[in-house]
C-alpha cells in the first residue's frame, strides 16, 4: 500500500527557515517526478516545486531563489528546504507525484511574527 507522509512543519517567523521531508512507501519512487504542493485556506492546490527523477528542478515564480527541492531515491524521500520566508506562502504543504499517489495529511507552515 503505497503511502506517503510529510513533516518538518511549524510556526516561524518572517524571514526565518523550515526544511520539509517527505517519505513514500510501497511505490517505485524512483520514476516518478516529485513535487511538493500547498493549499492556503480558501485557495486552490498549487505546485510550489518539482524535481525529476533525474534531478531537474522547476520552481513556481513565487518562491524561486527562496526554496530548494531535493531527492533521495534510494532513501524515497524528498525535501524542500525553505528560506527567506513570508506571511503568504502559509499553507499546508503536501508531496505528491502530480496526484498520481494518494495524498497525505500534509505538514501545517505558519509564518508569522
Known amino acids: 500500500q503505497v503511502q506517503v507522509a510529510e513533516s518538518g512543519g511549524g510556526l516561524v517567523q518572517p524571514g526565518g527557515s523550515l526544511r520539509l521531508s517527505c517519505v513514500v512507501s510501497?511505490?517505485?519512487?524512483?520514476?516518478?517526478?516529485m513535487g511538493w504542493y500547498r493549499q492556503a485556506p480558501g485557495n486552490k492546490r498549487e505546485l510550489v516545486a518539482d524535481?525529476?527523477?533525474?534531478?531537474?528542478?522547476n520552481y513556481a515564480d513565487s518562491v524561486k531563489g527562496r526554496f530548494i527541492i531535493s531527492r533521495d531515491n534510494t532513501k524515497r524521500t524528498v525535501a524542500l528546504q525553505m528560506n527567506s520566508l513570508k506571511p503568504e506562502d502559509t499553507a499546508v504543504y503536501y508531496c505528491?507525484?502530480?496526484?498520481?499517489?494518494?495524498w497525505g495529511q500534509g505538514t501545517q507552515v505558519t509564518v508569522s511574527s
Open positions: 505528491n507525484a502530480g496526484g498520481l499517489l494518494p
Open positions: 510501497g511505490s517505485i519512487f524512483g520514476i516518478f517526478t
Open positions: 524535481i525529476t527523477s533525474g534531478g531537474r528542478t
